[in-house]
């Protein structure tokens, strides 16, 4: 049974058309073949100078897009010139009135405290 198999699988093969051999749609001797294969032509020039096209402008994109990373790169790289403390002494300590600053009498800050330590040492 399997020499009959592989002879008809073999047989079958044979007799149809190679996967690599191009499909051609009118047979050679039409008199419309010339005409097809002009379009054919035609269609073909079309189609890669649409992909050379596309790679223009795929090239272009990614220059632009080099460009803008250098430009980056080199604006991060610009340092700006902060100028320098006065070490002469020339120039006076601003002064600040203790009298505007919050104030919390001594009581409520040891009060607060003891409540602290009381809830750390209660630890479960």
């Known amino acids: 049974m399997r020499p009959a198999a592989l002879l ?12 690599a051999q191009s499909f051609h749609p009118l047979p050679p001797q039409t ?10 032509a035609q269609q073909e020039m ?3 100078q649409a992909i050379a096209l596309q790679n223009q402008l ?7 897009r080099t460009d803008e990373a250098i430009a980056n790169v080199q604006a991060q790289r610009i340092n700006p010139r902060l100028p320098l403390p006065d070490a002469t002494g020339a120039t006076a300590l601003p002064s600040i009135d203790a009298g505007t600053l919050a ?4 009581a409520a800050l040891a009060e607060s405290n003891k409540r602290v330590l009381d809830v750390a040492q209660n630890r479960r």
Do not use: F, H, K, M
């Open 8 to 19: 008809a699988v073999l047989l079958a093969a044979a007799g149809s058309p190679a996967l």
């Open 31 to 40: 008199p419309i073949q010339p005409q097809y294969n002009e379009l054919w």
């Open 46 to 48: 079309a189609r890669q």
């Open 58 to 64: 795929t090239a272009v994109e990614a220059q632009q």
């Open 103 to 106: 104030s919390i009498p001594d």
